[in-house]
């Protein structure tokens, strides 16, 4: 049996003004860079914290590496970084590590402050006067001093500049080459996950839209285009007709008649959730 | 996670323990300066004194316990930072034990021992208080004062969970604690044992017991009516011992037996409220 | 050793940019067998690409013959694209694009004119 990183069986999560996440059944796998694409309030937070623990479903099942998360703190395979950084204000960056350090039996020290380093980050200064960069690199650089097999980043790169985005992006692809962990990102910029990724889990409106390998998902997709007197294809997922022309986005090979290319992931992403922005409407 | 709750918490830690430090100097220069001097020299000099110290001792476990407990998970929910200390490889329970453990014990156990330097001083000034037994002097001494302010500090630390707000954790300690100790010191600590009774002379009132309930009774000692028996006169009526008067009251002996179950009720009430703590650390928050 | 610069906007799969640079570099001689090609880790570190991105491009390439990869030391380059020494038929083409030009032919035509006699015998 395949062990996945997670693994969602009729996963639900009711808040008090309605579901976040709701009848979810996925599998992301080992060994891969996921993307959790979806809008704000889609739920891609709300599954990420049911993963650590720090949430329970309300119906359904999630496991972390084949475990449900229990009692006693986050998977140890497990980190998380959550989209605001969380760190203690106080503390400066050396106190932030030791903080690591006394809280995670696995931690690796050397490895931790590596990363600190490489990042520039005096550090004798204190976590609340770094920049948003400085604090999201500081954050990532304790959840992998974890040393973890799974890391979900939830929104990494919000409100960081565009150098700090590369900067993230190339510290985190780095480490994966070398230990060839399992990373799970969320993100709301389809752009800043394009060439990363290559697996996808899309959720709108606390559902799970469309999920699978980027290359299959692309290559199972057409964007179709010719006269609108034409038949419609199977699997149409967004259709948008001019007076003469159709544009279509299906789950389909060629298709007779029409002109037909693959799409880009955007593309593919963006008509999933126009579509099911549609169908909420 | 010692370590991490400890540099979270010692600035308040430290500031507590040195305010009660500070007093405890003041208590013990006190009290070597007052057994020097005669009564009316202690009255002269220490009447202000001794009324002050009493209201900052009255508060102190209060001031001192939602200071530790509200903001202890409060401020932590607010800054969202427990979503880091939840997320490393310790659960929920030890994360909150520690830090009760790290912000609480240190006061309560400071505020104890001001309470028991409190006790030794006390002596040196009796003559300027009524009963020890009685409200406000049971309150500043002795071993109950360290059990308000757990009292209060669960309250605090308790509230900062369900309201996740600093403030209002420390004023829901405050709200809450008043009333609890006004309630207990009137309704609850006269019955902690069976008062003995009467009749009223002078001895009682050197040995300052604590009189809980007073009536009147005549000659045969059976307890009669004042206004039906002496009419208006009233001051004759007792000079001709036709009427006295029957006290029920705690002997000052019991001081110590009283606090330790005065202290036995509140720590009770700290542990009931931590027990409410647990229970919604586990079963009804959503720390996310 | 070569770099590699990804386009994200280019339509062209990520993998396929790799291995289109790597033939390149093989074409003009810039790499030859013996060489060895970045490691994962070194291209991702310069291009915030998936490192799974860069190993299909080099099993690609191992595939087609050109490279081959030694277990714990790297991608070493095993074949070559390097064409026979063209100095003498490149200035033939020199001397024609100059006649061409005193002809008055524009350029547009000129490539027209080029692409047709490749198309007719590649």
Redesign the interface.
């Given at each position: 049996m395949t062990t996945y990183a997670l693994d969602a069986t009729a996963l639900g999560m009711r808040y008090r003004r309605g579901w976040g996440l709701r009848d979810c059944e996925f599998q992301l796998p080992t060994?891969?860079?996921s993307a959790l694409i979806g809008p704000n309030g889609a739920g891609k937070s709300t599954l990420m914290?049911l993963a650590?623990?720090?949430?329970r479903p309300t119906t359904g099942s999630i496991r972390v590496l084949g475990e449900e998360p229990?009692?006693?703190?986050?998977h140890?395979k497990l980190?998380?970084l959550?989209q605001?950084k969380?760190?203690?204000?106080?503390?400066t960056v050396a106190?932030m590590l030791?903080?690591?350090a006394?809280?995670?039996?696995?931690w690796d020290d050397e490895y931790a402050w590596r990363l600190v380093r490489e990042a520039d980050v005096p550090p004798q200064a204190k976590v609340g006067t770094l920049s948003g960069g400085q604090r999201t690199r500081v954050a990532l650089a304790i959840a992998l001093g974890?040393r973890p097999e799974v890391v979900l980043l939830d929104e990494p790169l919000a409100d960081l500049d565009p150098l700090a985005r590369?900067d993230v992006?190339?510290?985190?692809?780095?480490e994966?080459?070398?230990s060839g962990m399992t990373v799970v990102l969320s993100s709301h910029v389809i752009?800043d996950l394009?060439?990363?990724?290559?697996h996808l889990l899309l959720l709108a409106g606390g559902r799970v839209r469309l999920q699978g390998d980027v290359?299959d998902l692309l290559a199972q997709h057409r964007v179709l285009i010719g006269s609108r007197e034409l038949v419609m294809p199977d699997g149409v997922v967004e259709a948008r007709t001019t007076e003469r022309q159709a544009t279509v986005i299906a789950r389909t090979g060629p298709v007779p008649g029409w002109e037909a290319d693959e799409p880009?992931l955007e593309e593919l992403a963006m008509a999933y959730l126009r579509s099911a922005r549609a169908v909420a409407a | 996670m010692t370590w991490v709750a400890w540099r979270q918490q010692r600035l308040q830690v430290l500031i507590s323990l040195a305010i009660i430090t500070a007093l405890a100097a003041v208590m013990v220069y006190t009290g070597f300066d007052a057994r020097s001097l005669d009564e009316t020299a202690v009255e002269d000099k220490y009447g202000m004194y001794l009324g002050y110290l009493q209201l900052l001792l009255l508060a102190l476990p209060v001031l001192l316990g939602a200071f530790a407990g509200g903001p202890l998970f409060a401020r932590e929910i607010e800054q969202g930072a427990h979503v880091f200390s939840l997320t490393q490889s310790i659960g929920r329970t030890r994360w909150w034990a520690t830090k009760i453990a790290v912000a609480g014990l240190p006061v309560v156990l400071g505020m104890t021992l001001l309470g028991l330097v409190n006790a030794w001083a006390d002596p040196a000034l009796s003559t300027l208080r009524g009963a020890r037994l009685a409200i406000p002097s049971f309150e500043v001494q002795g071993v109950a004062i360290g059990a308000y302010t757990a009292l209060a500090f669960t309250l605090g630390a308790t509230a900062g969970l369900l309201v996740r707000n600093t403030l209002g954790a420390m004023v829901t300690a405050i709200v809450g604690y008043v009333p609890v100790l006004i309630a207990v010191g009137n309704g609850l600590r006269p019955h902690y044992a069976e008062p003995q009774g009467g009749v009223v002379d002078s001895t009682m009132l050197r040995e300052k017991a604590w009189r809980v309930e007073t009536s009147y009774v005549d000659g045969a000692g059976n307890p009669v009516d004042l206004r039906a028996v002496c009419g208006d006169d009233v001051n004759r009526c007792f000079e001709e011992g036709k009427v006295r008067v029957h006290a029920l009251f705690h002997p000052d002996d019991r001081f110590w037996a009283f606090q330790a179950v005065e202290a036995g009720v509140f720590l009770a009430l700290s542990a009931a409220l931590l027990g409410l703590g647990a229970w919604v650390l586990h079963r009804r928050l959503r720390l996310a | 050793m070569i770099e590699f610069r990804i386009d994200r906007r280019s339509g062209v799969a990520t993998y396929q940019q790799l291995v289109d640079q790597t033939k390149h570099a093989l074409r003009l001689g810039l790499l030859r067998p013996g060489d060895q090609l970045p490691t994962a880790k070194q291209v991702v570190a310069a291009t915030a690409i998936n490192p799974n991105t860069v190993l299909k491009a080099y099993r690609e390439l191992e595939r087609e013959g050109l490279v081959e990869g030694k277990r714990g030391m790297g991608t070493f380059v095993s074949a070559s694209l390097a064409q026979p020494d063209a100095g003498e038929l490149r200035e033939q083409l020199t001397d024609w694009v100059r006649r061409a030009r005193a002809d008055g032919l524009d350029r547009e035509y000129v490539e027209a004119l080029f692409k047709a006699e490749l198309d007719a015998h590649y």
């Open positions: 060994g891969r860079i914290r650590t623990g720090l949430l229990g009692r006693h703190g986050t140890r980190a998380f959550a605001d969380p760190l203690y204000r106080g503390f106190e030791r903080a690591g006394v809280l995670n039996p696995s974890r590369e992006m190339r510290t985190l692809m780095a994966v080459a070398d752009a394009d060439g990363v990724c290559d290359e880009s | - | -």
